[in-house]
């Protein structure tokens, strides 16, 4: 379980990283990738703002864009906006980091379950088992463990 969390914690923060900056020098992806993922679906505070200001003016210069964000997402938009390099396959990077932050909100939710079953009476028990089965299956259907490409090449 504890690996589980550590994997999908790791896995999530770097797919967050990965969406914004593509967002960032692949302007034209930015609503590709907002219909699939929303400002709360970033842990990272710094970088939920940074996205939701890509989502609210996409054509906006790095200069405009730092207006309204608090001083460490200056910071990290200033570091995400040099590092260019890794971008090659945009749709490839959306579905992968899609995918990661998906696998991580179920695991969370399993993590959920796990704390509930040994509170629940048996009846409850077996809808949280049988809950926990199928998130497990969504997981799995998401390419569970493997690691994106965004991961493998070291970004």
């Known amino acids: 379980q504890k690996d589980r969390r550590r994997t999908y ?18 302007r034209q992806f ?3 990738v907002a219909e699939r993922v929303g400002p709360d679906s970033f842990r990272d505070p ?11 003016a996409p054509e906006d210069s790095i200069g405009n864009l730092v207006m309204p964000l608090d001083d460490d997402a200056v910071g ?15 749709a490839r990077i959306i579905e992968d980091c899609v995918s990661v932050l ?6 969370e939710e399993i993590d959920e379950i796990d704390r509930e079953i040994p509170l629940a009476d048996d009846a409850g028990k077996m809808t949280l088992v049988l809950r926990k089965q199928q998130l ?20």
């Open 102 to 107: 998906r696998q991580r909100e179920l695991g």
């Open 136 to 155: 497990t299956k969504e997981i799995n259907a998401l390419g569970g463990q493997r690691w994106p490409a965004f991961l493998r090449s070291g970004q």
């Open 30 to 32: 930015v609503e590709a």
């Open 46 to 56: 710094r970088l939920s703002q940074i996205f939701s200001r890509l989502v609210e």
């Open 9 to 26: 914690g790791s896995a999530g923060s770097v797919a967050e990283r990965e969406l914004v900056r593509l967002s960032l020098h692949r």
């Open 76 to 90: 990290l938009l200033n570091e995400l906006s040099e590092n260019v390099g890794g971008l090659d396959v945009p």
